[in-house]
């Protein structure tokens, strides 16, 4: 168990949180003429990375809003979390 | 003509609250705290830009600046209370029977905001005596210790794994509202008077 930070109410514990895969996924431009294996691309494959990454969450039984965090997926530490729309923030 | 006939059916049916049938129970509680549901309280789900038009008009007719403050509750007129729920909505709670509050906060927001009568969504249980911080900490991992939470505090958090809004409204985490939905009501119920039973035979509950 450990606590994270929302951006909006602050520290509470992880259990109040849910996870909502990677961040900074954009919709893909010019929509109308991409190729079923694009779309597959936008809507299926995601990074996997060992070490941080970005992830959306929402604190679901808090303020219910959500913001991006950086995890680092080996040690399920969350390094960082800012608000949607800003930039994300450089981790060591 | 169907809203005049549901709303004739609603106020002659005897309403019944979600905790009713427990008052009895609940009174009966080592005398450390104090559980008493309060029913019908007036509860309106509003959502402005904050520092808005929408905002302004809204305080005029509540009578108190919005609470932009993360996890904070204010009060403002008429007994209305103004609960920050996130960094653009708010929930107000008032007294049962403020049919008109609805009316004149939608009058003013307008077409920039939104209000949403949920007086049905939660009913409120209020807990008091020395012992309240103490109780609610069986199932409640947030501090209530009046230095972290002052009077004015308002969290929506987990009790006993149940979504609620805690609002802090004394000084010494004395007096608190925990606002749960209707449908976890007897279970919240159920469950608080669990965590007092332990205090049974205990001299400082006394």
């Given at each position: 168990m450990q606590l994270i930070a929302c951006p909006h109410c602050g520290p509470r514990e992880e259990t109040e949180f849910h996870y909502g895969g990677q961040a900074h996924v954009a919709y893909p431009a010019g929509n109308a003429t991409l190729s079923d294996e694009e779309w597959g691309q936008f809507v299926f494959f995601r990074?996997?990375?060992?070490?941080?990454?970005?992830?959306r969450w929402v604190h679901s039984a808090g303020c219910r809003r959500w913001f991006n965090a950086v995890r680092d997926t080996a040690t399920h530490q969350i390094l960082a979390v800012y608000?949607?729309?800003?930039?994300?923030?450089v981790v060591a | 003509m169907t809203v005049d006939i549901v709303s004739r059916?609603?106020?002659d049916s005897a309403r019944r609250s979600p905790l009713g049938t427990y008052a009895g129970q609940l009174a009966a509680v080592p005398k450390g705290v104090s559980i008493r549901e309060v029913p019908f309280l007036t509860q309106l789900d509003l959502r402005v830009e904050p520092g808005g038009e929408a905002a302004a008009a809204a305080e005029r007719v509540l009578g108190v600046a919005l609470p932009t403050t993360a996890c904070t509750a204010v009060s403002g007129v008429d007994g209305a209370e103004v609960l920050w729920?996130?960094?653009d909505e708010w929930l107000v709670v008032a007294p049962a029977g403020q049919d008109a509050l609805e009316g004149d906060l939608r009058?003013?927001?307008?077409?920039?905001?939104a209000v949403v009568d949920v007086s049905a969504q939660r009913t409120t249980i209020a807990i008091s005596g020395p012992r309240t911080a103490d109780l609610l900490a069986h199932g409640c991992s947030l501090d209530l210790d009046p230095r972290v939470s002052p009077k004015g505090t308002c969290v929506q958090t987990l009790l006993a794994l149940a979504g609620v809004v805690l609002v802090v409204r004394d000084e010494h985490a004395g007096d608190v509202w925990v606002l749960v939905r209707s449908s976890f009501a007897r279970y919240l119920a159920d469950w608080l008077l669990d965590a007092c039973a332990e205090y049974e035979d205990d001299p400082s509950w006394r």
């Open positions: 990074d996997n990375p060992k070490g941080p990454f970005a992830e608000r949607q729309g800003e930039p994300k923030p | 059916t609603v106020q729920l996130g960094p009058a003013a927001v307008g077409q920039q905001g």
